[in-house]
């Protein structure tokens, strides 16, 4: 699986749009970009995954720049609830072992 | 819903105890894994399963075994438990292309 580098932390205001960036400049073709989030003391919760599209959902949307070396998560209106560690995986194939990471830390603030 | 249940939220165990940690999930995935986590060293992988009676080492198997005698089950055994292993453990199925579920973990302290 191809190496993400995320920053370890970010703030955000309440209402506004978070932008978490991920880097995987080493992405394969056949790889897929996952992201999930662990609020404190739970497991990590699947949020959103994409190849080259850009995909929305009810939680969040992904997108992924037209080279694939890197991508946002974008929460559009964070609430106090999405704070959280986001993490940003590679993979080929999503049921096989992944290496998470530290992920980003965010902080959505009142 | 998927469901992994971690048998333990909370656990305190001594040192030199031989320790058990179960996983159920009920969805019959095939794959299953348990990771630690630690503050400042994120996720890491210990062992894994992608069959019944199959294991393999993740990244920092020692200390550790597994066992996988049915699908739905899968434990992580402390054979001798150390005060290092004090750690949040989590249990996760998955399948491609949903991706993992995650049980709510068990907290370990070992004195």
């Known amino acids: 699986d191809a190496k993400t580098t995320q920053p370890p932390s970010m703030d955000c205001a309440e209402g506004r749009a978070a932008n978490l960036p991920c880097n995987h400049s080493?992405?394969?073709?056949?790889?897929?970009v996952y992201w999930y989030r662990q609020i404190h003391s739970q497991g990590p919760q699947y949020i959103i995954h994409?190849?080259?599209n850009n995909e929305t959902n009810e939680m969040a949307s992904l997108i992924i720049t037209e080279d694939r070396k890197s991508s946002t998560l974008i929460l559009p209106h964070a609430t106090l609830r999405d704070t959280a560690v986001y993490y940003c995986?590679?993979?080929?194939?999503?049921?096989?072992?992944?290496?998470f990471g530290k992920g980003t830390s965010l902080l959505v603030t009142p | 819903d998927v469901k992994v249940t971690q048998s333990s939220r909370y656990l305190v165990k001594r040192t030199g105890e031989k320790v058990f940690l179960e996983c159920v999930q009920d969805m019959d995935h095939e794959n299953m894994f348990w990771y630690r986590q630690d503050p400042g060293l994120g996720l890491r992988l210990i062992y894994f399963?992608?069959?019944?009676?199959?294991?393999e080492k993740g990244d920092i198997p020692e200390g550790y075994s597994v066992s996988r005698e049915k699908k739905e089950r899968f434990s992580l055994i402390l054979e001798s438990a150390s005060t290092n292993q004090t750690s949040m453990y989590l249990c996760?199925?998955?399948?491609?292309?949903?991706?993992?579920?995650f049980g709510s973990g068990t907290r370990l302290t070992v004195v």
């Open positions: 399963s992608y069959d019944v009676k199959m294991k």
């Open positions: 994409g190849l080259k």
């Open positions: 080493t992405i394969s073709g056949n790889e897929y």
């Open positions: 996760a199925t998955a399948r491609a292309p949903l991706g993992y579920t």
């Open positions: 995986i590679a993979s080929s194939n999503s049921g096989y072992a992944l290496n």
